[in-house]
């Protein structure tokens, strides 16, 4: 049932393409959605509400106020609409879960380039590829591929590199700080990974073998044996990557089983007529939606953060809006991009392959949900949504504590629950930088303002994806202290409340009484796994800051030993360990350390 202001806001809407908001009473974001004609688009929500489904009613029912950006095309409101997604994960759109935090592999830039993992995506800083849903699968490619084409995998600054390392001796790394390899053929090398990773492993082998053939002339007899083995490791490759399949070119092929209010999507990477890749993912929302909005959304999201566009997609359904997906990813890889449903022939033989392998993974997912307690998670955050009156289930909650000794080495932790489960990847730890004494209320709101602070200045990064729900270790004090400190960064709409340890209470903002959950309630279980991580992560930072103060005061104890020279001993030989097992001979190698001095670190130590 719509409200005067809300028609008055659909009235005065115009007739162009552009980007809608929808928000509920609070002002917060629910739902995002482009339209060709926003006026017509949106009164459509609010005409003939007995024919909408469950969600959309649900969404109308929550709507309280309308933004809207005019744009100048379809395409400007799909990328805008994109955007505005990520940026504000409403409820009520569809969403790939989690895709903040999928690993890339990226050849970084520069003359001695690199191959590594990371869940950082920016455009112009090297070249990328996946996402992979994987991340013990990426480290796998990556020790795959170090095996036959080894580089460095080190950061250092290879000018003060005065010999080689480990990882040359063990044939992993060439060595190009102490100029065992020219850039040229490191170049090369890196090259052809670029070839591995994209599916051309037979190019890379003909480049081999001609290396090969060059080496044999030569008599340079082990290179040529190396070489061979090389071509060897690749053929493997090639066999495991060729399936039962007779399609020909650069495609990836896209298809989903539906679960309620989630659904499996599996994607197959074809190239070169290979399989060389397989990845599923997880969209979030997707019930009583059909099937073209499906597809449409996960193309949208997934796409606009791939490394890679081939010229064809396959699904089983084509969106709803094809003509516009079709343009923006045409523009993303240059080229055109076709999007199409096979009816015949090999590639409708990979569809069924492909269909039949995401209804296979979601019996899978559903099964290991089950085993391991993922429905206990969803009923311990859906109580938490009754008791603390919250709009939904808190997907993300961030969990705080603090960990000193009567003010000394203060450090603060924030961890991260998602869907109820530990996300080590999120995790945060804090040096305490303006509190002088023992003020865990300081710390606390000073650890709460600066996270807050970095949320509000990367609403794009890692500090960007806000908390459903934030937990505070403590009681009214330490929550009073965060209150104030999101009252200041204006983020005080973020749902917050503390649990105290002595009687497990919940406390609110606002409110004087404390709630108090039944032992054996779900959610009670989940807030103290939060609540006991959080300390746990505080600890272990206090101690490993209160174990290298101690490092640094046995050494300083020593008469003639500096902050530089313990800075040497510890960087020559590791930890103080290390030094008191150095000989005196060694000791006495080291710049800055006489013979007397020498002696005197064994005695002390």
């Known amino acids: 049932m719509t409200t005067p202001f809300i028609d008055e806001q659909v009235r005065q809407l115009p007739l162009s393409p552009g980007v809608y908001l929808m928000k509920d009473e ?21 005409r003939g509400t007995g024919k909408l489904d469950e969600k959309t009613r649900l969404l109308v029912d929550e709507v309280r106020d309308l933004e809207y950006f005019v744009t100048a095309s379809e395409q400007e409101a799909l990328i805008l609409e994109l955007n505005l997604i990520k940026r504000h994960r409403p409820h009520y759109n569809i969403m790939l879960k989690d895709d903040k935090s999928y690993p890339y592999l990226r050849i970084t830039p520069g003359e001695w380039p690199r191959l590594e993992v990371t869940r950082r995506y920016i455009e112009g800083e090297g070249r990328y590829f996946g996402p992979f849903t994987d991340s013990r699968s990426v480290h796998a490619v990556v020790e795959l591929i170090r095996r036959i084409f080894p580089f460095r995998s080190c950061t250092k600054n290879l000018k003060t590199v005065k010999r080689p390392c480990l990882e040359y001796d063990m044939g992993r790394c060439p060595a190009p700080c102490t100029g065992k390899v020219v850039a040229e053929d490191y170049q090369k090398s890196i090259d052809q990974i670029v070839l591995f990773l994209e599916g051309r492993q037979e190019k890379v082998v003909r480049q081999l073998n001609n290396q ?32 039962a399949t007779r399609v020909k070119g650069e495609l990836d092929a896209v298809s989903f089983a539906q679960n309620g209010d989630e659904s499996y999507v599996m994607v197959f990477f074809i190239r070169g007529g290979k399989l060389i890749g397989r990845e599923h993912f997880l969209l979030k929302g997707t019930k009583d939606q059909p099937a073209s909005e499906v597809v449409s959304s996960f193309l949208g999201q997934f796409y606009s953060g791939a490394a890679h566009l081939p010229p064809l997609i396959l699904l089983e359904n084509l969106p709803g809006d094809q003509k516009v997906l079709e343009d923006w990813l045409s523009s993303r890889r240059g080229t055109r991009v076709k999007l199409t449903v096979p009816q015949r022939g090999p590639r409708m033989e990979l569809m069924q392959t492909v269909a039949e392998n995401a209804r296979k ?20 955050l859906e109580e938490l949504a009754v008791v603390l009156k919250l709009d939904r289930p808190p997907e993300r909650i961030e969990g705080y504590d603090i960990s000193n000794i009567q003010g000394q080495l203060a450090v603060g932790s924030m961890v991260v629950f998602n869907d109820g489960k530990p996300d080590s990847r999120h995790y945060r730890r804090f040096r305490i930088k303006t509190v002088p004494g023992a003020d ?74 404390p709630i108090t959950l039944e032992e054996r309630s779900p959610a009670r279980r989940l807030l103290q796994r939060v609540r006991d991580e959080a300390h746990r992560f505080a600890l272990g930072y206090h101690t490993n800051m209160r174990q290298k103060t101690a490092v640094g005061s046995t050494l300083d104890t020593i008469p003639g030993i500096g902050p530089a020279r313990r800075k040497t001993l510890i960087k020559q030989f590791g930890s103080v360990a290390g030094v008191r097992a150095a000989s005196f001979e060694e000791l006495s190698k080291i710049k800055g350390i006489t013979g007397q001095l020498a002696r005197l670190i064994k005695e002390s130590l």
């Open 361 to 380: 993974g979601l019996e899978q997912y559903k099964l290991k949900r089950l085993l391991t307690g993922a429905d206990d998670a969803r009923a311990a």
């Open 440 to 513: 865990d209320f300081a710390m606390m709101k000073e650890v709460i303002g600066r996270r807050f602070t970095r949320a509000t200045e990367e609403t794009d990064g890692k500090w960007g994806t806000l908390p459903d729900l934030i937990l505070i270790d403590g009681g009214k004090g330490q929550l009073s202290a965060a209150v104030e400190a999101l009252k200041e960064r204006n983020t005080d709409d973020v749902p917050i409340i503390g649990l105290a340890k002595e009687r497990e209470e919940i406390f609110l903002p606002g409110q004087s009484k």
């Open 212 to 243: 090969m053939t060059a080496a044999a002339d030569k008599m340079d007899y082990e290179r040529a044996a190396s070489l061979r083995d090389r071509i060897r490791d690749i053929e493997e490759v090639i066999a495991a990557q060729r399936v």
């Open 26 to 46: 609070r002002g917060q974001i629910i739902y995002v959605g482009k339209a060709v004609v926003l006026r017509a688009r949106v009164r459509s929500y609010f």
